[in-house]
């Protein structure tokens, strides 16, 4: 079998996406400070979510659901898999021309369809001119995922995760040098979104070409790969289509509440943060890893790859999701409040931050369980789940909005992940052993809990004696820093104490990088 090194891969996932997801808070921080909650940044963040959800319901969820686990399996048993690649790519590039086209002309269509409460102000007119503008980037990031799928199927995922990194880099130019100029911040940050697709889509294409994954674009052609292709991917087109109705629910809720879709944003921004980091490293890694043990019969392997992956994400992910849920007021103020973005801006997307913290562990925990349907090429089931997931989402959100307003959003989709995270885990089980966490992982997984409570409550205490110095100007930023710093301090000291994990395994894995 040619190896893919689960461990190594995530770092290396992990890392670009966290740089990716840093600059991402830094362009969140200058598009709050720049234009604030208000009419232009609910347009904004409107027009920008349609190629996003189209993206992960065509390229990232549906398509490579479904392309690499075949691309994977072609690959470990030399099996043309660049034929497979490139009438992938002609197919997919031929789909999104025409739903580019379609999204141009509809494009009033759409923005009342995902965000109605637009249609009795500004914000409507504003919304459509934004998307016109924004939507091609969907073409652009879509063949770039494609690429960087087969990139990751054949174990390079450097450059696949660096990718992302240029659309924030793009926007943070953009927006600095029209600040600098006097100019429209808003005009150069919509028009920048599609060239930073390009710039993507170039990036991955030549990193295949030198990794010997040479693809070419030519005439769509129906072979029977590319009808079981279909096959597999249009369940998987349908769970994320649920899922962004999920989205797309909220969206709609919040669009009658002022200012709620940028407190929501901002919200989801900074959460995204460790979700990024962990959750999608470790799903874009086993998902390839998973399909070529299983191809391989090598059900120890998978069945070790699945748990140290579980493992890995919780060990990172319940101190975030506990730090989230005790200081998000500091995070958001230092973060947030400046320029247009007020202190009551800040209290509100910190009571979101709080409660999407309590659902970041499900975010994850999704991301490794759904390795475990797709590597068998299973869409179907996943996406029975996902269709009661967003029956309890839209219930709650529609249900409790009139009772306590906006927040309801935040709510649902953490329940919502939740509920997911249960079907997914038991649904499961009927893959034996291999799919089932095993000792080692329920032995640790209690220790992270009681060592990231531990953190949690000197977070608190340290709060209250900081507080003070987060009214003081530019002593925040250092106060917030102290905070942070102090919190992965104990809990590094604590899960050592514990057992939670071992800082000689880290080493280790950072060492076979190297190597």
Not at 223 to 233: G, N, Q, S
Not at 374 to 401: C, H, K, Q, S
């Amino acid at each position: 079998m040619k190896p893919i090194r689960l461990i190594s891969g995530v770092l290396t996932v992990g890392f670009w996406t966290l740089m990716s997801r840093v600059l991402g808070v830094v362009r969140e921080v200058m598009i709050l400070a720049f234009i604030g909650p208000g009419p232009v940044m609910d347009a904004f963040v409107a027009a920008f979510r349609l190629p996003n959800m189209f993206r992960r319901f065509f390229a990232e969820g549906a398509f490579n659901a479904a392309f690499v686990p075949m691309f994977s399996k072609k690959y470990e048993g030399d099996e043309d898999p660049l034929i497979f690649a490139r009438d992938a790519l002609n197919g997919l590039a031929f789909v999104l021309m025409i739903l580019t086209g379609l999204a141009l002309i509809f494009m009033p269509a759409l923005v009342w369809a995902t965000a109605g409460g637009f249609a009795a102000d500004s914000r409507f007119d504003l919304t459509v001119g934004f998307g016109r503008i924004v939507f091609p980037y969907i073409l652009f990031i879509s063949l770039a995922a494609m690429f960087s799928g087969a990139l990751n199927a054949t174990g390079h995922f450097a450059a696949a995760a660096a990718a992302p990194v240029f659309l924030n880099i793009f926007v943070i130019l953009a927006m600095t040098v029209a600040a600098w100029l006097g100019g429209s911040t808003i005009t150069a940050l919509i028009w920048t979104v599609p060239l930073a697709g390009v710039a993507q889509l170039a990036l991955v294409w030549v990193a295949a070409d030198r990794a010997g994954v040479r693809i070419r674009p030519g005439r769509p052609r129906w072979t029977p790969d590319m009808k079981r292709l279909v096959i597999v991917a249009v369940p998987a087109a349908l769970a994320g289509g649920v899922m962004q109705v999920n989205l797309l629910v909220g969206q709609q809720v919040a669009s009658h509440f002022d200012k709620a879709v940028g407190w929501l944003y901002a919200a989801d921004r900074l959460y995204q943060l460790p979700l990024g980091v962990v959750g999608i490293a470790v799903g874009i890694v086993l998902l390839p890893d998973l399909s070529r043990r299983l191809k391989a019969q090598d059900d120890d392997g998978a069945r070790h790859a699945f748990s140290r992956a579980g493992e890995l994400s919780l060990a990172l992910t319940i101190p975030a999701a506990v730090a989230l849920v005790v200081i998000p007021l500091p995070l958001v103020s230092v973060l947030f409040e400046r320029g247009q973005t007020t202190s009551d801006d800040s209290a509100a997307i910190a009571v979101a931050v709080a409660i999407y913290g309590l659902g970041l562990p499900a975010f994850v925990l999704q991301k490794v369980l759904q390795p475990l349907f797709f590597a068998r090429e299973d869409t179907r089931t996943p996406f029975r789940y996902a269709v009661w997931a967003m029956v309890l989402n839209a219930a709650i959100a529609i249900g409790m909005a009139p009772v306590i307003g906006w927040i309801a959003s935040a709510i649902a989709t953490t329940l919502a992940g939740w509920a997911m995270v249960a079907m997914l885990a038991v649904g499961g089980r009927r893959y034996g052993t291999v799919a089932r966490f095993d000792g080692r992982f329920r032995t640790r997984v209690w220790r992270v809990c009681l060592a990231s409570g531990i953190m949690g409550a000197a977070l608190w205490g340290a709060m209250l004696v900081l507080g003070p110095v987060f009214g003081m100007g530019g002593l925040r930023y250092l106060a917030l820093l102290v905070l942070i710093g102090f919190g992965i301090t104990v809990y590094a000291i604590a899960g050592q104490l514990t057992g939670a994990f071992r800082l000689s395994e880290f080493r280790q894995a950072l060492r076979r990088r190297r190597a």
